[in-house]
Structure formats: C-alpha cells, structure tokens
C-alpha cells in the first residue's frame, strides 16, 4: 500500500508570532519563511494583514521572497479582511486565504452574541467574497472542537457548497482528547455529503499537552493536512508541534502517512526560531530538547552503548543532530565512563577502572554533570 500525503502547514509567523515576546520584524520573517521553505513545508500562514501595517508588509515580502509553498493569510469573516489579504498577497506565486467564524455555541454567544442562522449566513457570504480573488479559500469553524457536531456538518457543507477548498477543524481551546478529535473528524468524513470536494485540516491548541496527539488522531480519521508550529510555540501552551507530528508519522510507517520535510533540517530552524522568537526550549521536549538524545542513567547508558536502538526510536542524525549523547552523572555506570575515557584516549585495565569509578562517583556527587575537562583531571589525580 503507498503512502498518503499529508500536508504540512505552518503557522510558526502566525498562530506561534502572536505570543507576546514572540514577535519579529519583517527581515527576521522572511529569513524564517525562507527556511520553512527549505524544510519542505506546503503552506507558510505568514500573518493577519490587518492586524498592523508591519504585518501587512512581513506577508506582503513573504509572498515576494518566497517561491514553492503556497502563503496563506488569515482574515476574519469580514469583508475588509478579506480585502486586506488579497492585497497582501498580490505578489505570491501560489496563495490562499484562511477565513473563518466561530461555530460552538460559546462562541456564537458570548463572543457575537449572535444566532447559529446568522453566523452560517456570514461564513458563507465570505466564502463567496473570497471566491472573488482565490481559488484557494480555506475555512475555520473556530472553536470547532467544542461545537455542536451536527451544526458544525452543516456549516462545513454550506462553506463548501460556497466554495471552500480546505477546512480547519481548530481545536482552539484544546479541549479535546485524542478518541473525541479523531471521532469528530470521522464524523464529518460520513456525515458531510460534499466532504471530497475539500481537504480537512487539523488544527489543535496544546492546553492538556494533547495537541500532537490530537492532531495523529485526526489524521488516522480522514484529514490530510495538519496545522503546527516550530518548537509547537503558539497562544497560551501552544499549538501542535511540527517536528513531533513529522516524526510521529516517520516513527510510525504503518500508518501509511508521509510528508514532504526534510526532517534533517528540524533542529537547525528550531534552535534558530527559539533564538529570534526569544522562547527557550524546555530540556525534555521531544525531538527538539537538549535532553532528547541524552542517556543518563546507567541502566540506559549501557543498553544505548550495546545496541542505539535499545533505547532510542529515532536516528538524531534524521533530525539533524550529529550523535546522541551520554550525560555523566552520579546515576551513570561503568560502561559509560569507560566509553568516555575510552574516546579521551584513556587505556586501563578492568581492575583500574573500578578504583577510577569510585572516585568518579564522589566527584559527581559534588559536582551534577561531569564535562570531559573534569575526567582529564580525574585522570590527571589517579595517574
Ligand atoms: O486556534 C484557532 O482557532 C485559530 C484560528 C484562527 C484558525 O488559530
Ligand atoms: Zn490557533
């Protein structure tokens, strides 16, 4: 059976830019749409043109610099949005708007205080707008994850009566929990006459840290396009993190799944979005942390100098790290202190080495992790 393709959207210049402390000039957004280009990405959502004027223009010079992805831009259901898009996206060699309304009964009530009818009839009329300029139009039920699934079938059929060509499916609170999202997405694919007309789209907020999760699950139900940012930055816990689906679905072969990224190319734009975005990294996070190819214990450490794979399921070299590593700590054995000294150029026999463990054990019981000028030094004191 051949693989499917997945489409990969990006929404690092968007959904992840509007942390506070994120944002970024126009230069530093080309520089990074550039290199989502580079790392196979099909879609960049480079911005909101009419949330500012610097806005306007970091996608207006992404559409200029930026040949092979579509660029996409967001809009609310408005006709001066819609405008605005089109504007900025005058120059893009292949484009698409995002347009969209809430659709969950919270939504439409405390946040247009308005009716399930009325806000129908503003989904479609800008789906029609849209039509005008894009072939392209995709289009979000916001806060589809919490709406009611028959309003939402009927919304998703209207828009694509109108003309919508993707559908977001947007968690937008992370509500939801994987066996839900993936039944919602199910639902629409059986309950949505038109439904092969579009593309549906997963688009989910990590607030219960199930966005990855989430979005695999709406995946396996029928979606062939997935929503995420680098390093999964995004409002409040952030959005689904690009990396963990890509490798997810390479993890995973049988699901038949694939997309078009060049995972080698996963740490470099990670480390340099945390850099410009000012958002650090935390240590454990998958793919992408410090730790996420670092063995500390000795029980790990001698199983991964015995076979990698006794405990790692992915190559650090297919997301463009160089090696693994071994932390040397007061938890590490034998096999790996010796393996360091080893590459330090050390020889000593078996009965030396257990005298050499003891006083390393002491020393990094004082001191956390032991750097290669510390085993120098040791050596230096046992010699
Ligand atoms: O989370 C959300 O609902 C969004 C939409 C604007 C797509 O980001
Ligand atoms: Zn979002």
Same mark, same amino acid.
């Given at each position: 059976m051949s693989n499917e393709k997945v489409f990969i959207f990006d929404t690092t210049l968007r959904d992840g830019e509007q942390v506070p402390g994120c944002q970024l000039n126009t230069e530093e957004k080309v520089e990074i749409a550039l290199d989502l280009e580079n790392l196979g990405v099909d879609i960049i959502e480079a911005g909101f043109p009419i949330s500012s004027p610097g806005d306007f223009n970091s996608v207006s010079e992404i559409s200029k610099a930026v040949k092979k992805p579509i660029i996409c831009a967001l809009s609310r259901a408005i006709i001066s949005d819609i405008d605005m898009v089109n504007l900025a996206l005058k120059d893009a060699k292949r484009k698409r708007i995002h347009t969209g309304i809430g659709s969950s009964d919270i939504h439409i009530k405390h946040k247009f205080n308005s009716t399930r009818d009325k806000i129908?009839?503003?989904?479609?009329?800008?789906?029609?707008?849209?039509?005008?300029?894009?072939?392209?139009?995709?289009?979000?039920?916001?806060?589809?994850?919490?709406?009611?699934?028959?309003?939402?079938?009927?919304?998703?059929?209207?828009?694509?009566?109108?003309?919508?060509?993707?559908?977001?499916?947007?968690?937008?609170?992370?509500?939801?929990?994987?066996?839900?999202?993936?039944?919602?997405?199910?639902?629409?694919? &059986?309950?949505?006459?038109?439904?092969?007309?579009?593309? #549906?789209?997963? /688009?989910? +907020?990590?607030? !219960?840290?199930?966005?990855?999760?989430?979005?695999?699950?709406?995946?396996?139900?029928?979606?062939?396009?997935?929503?995420?940012?680098?390093?999964?930055?995004?409002?409040?816990?952030? &959005?689904?993190?690009?990396?963990?689906?890509?490798?997810? #679905?390479?993890? /995973?072969? +049988?699901?038949? !799944?694939?997309?078009?990224?060049?995972s080698k190319k996963i740490v470099p734009i990670s480390k340099k979005v945390s850099r410009m975005m000012n958002m650090p990294i935390q240590r454990n996070k998958a793919i992408v942390g410090a730790n996420a190819f670092a063995h500390s214990s000795g029980i790990h450490q001698d199983g991964f100098l015995k076979n990698r794979e006794n405990y790692e399921i992915i190559n650090p070299e297919d997301v463009g790290l160089k090696t693994s590593s071994i932390d040397l700590t007061a938890r590490s054995g034998r096999a790996a202190l010796k393996?360091?000294?080893?590459?330090?150029?050390?020889?000593?026999?078996?009965?030396?080495?257990?005298?050499?463990?003891?006083?390393?054990?002491?020393l990094a019981d004082k001191k956390k992790l032991l750097h290669d000028e510390d085993l120098y030094d040791l050596m230096k004191k046992y010699n």
């Open positions: 129908l009839e503003q989904a479609i009329a800008a789906v029609r707008y849209s039509k005008r300029y894009f072939d392209d139009v995709e289009f979000y039920p916001e806060d589809a994850g919490r709406a009611d699934q028959d309003f939402l079938c009927k919304m998703v059929e209207e828009v694509i009566k109108a003309g919508a060509t993707v559908i977001n499916i947007a968690d937008t609170t992370g509500y939801n929990l994987p066996e839900m999202y993936g039944k919602k997405i199910k639902y629409l694919v &059986n309950n949505v006459p038109n439904i092969d007309k579009a593309i #549906l789209s997963v /688009h989910c +907020h990590n607030d !219960l840290g199930l966005a990855t999760a989430n979005s695999i699950a709406g995946l396996q139900n029928g979606a062939r396009q997935v929503e995420a940012t680098i390093n999964g930055i995004g409002e409040r816990a952030g &959005n689904t993190s690009l990396e963990e689906v890509v490798m997810a #679905l390479k993890a /995973h072969p +049988h699901l038949n !799944l694939e997309t078009g990224i060049n393996h360091r000294l080893k590459l330090l150029g050390f020889s000593f026999s078996n009965v030396e080495l257990e005298t050499i463990y003891i006083k390393f054990i002491e």
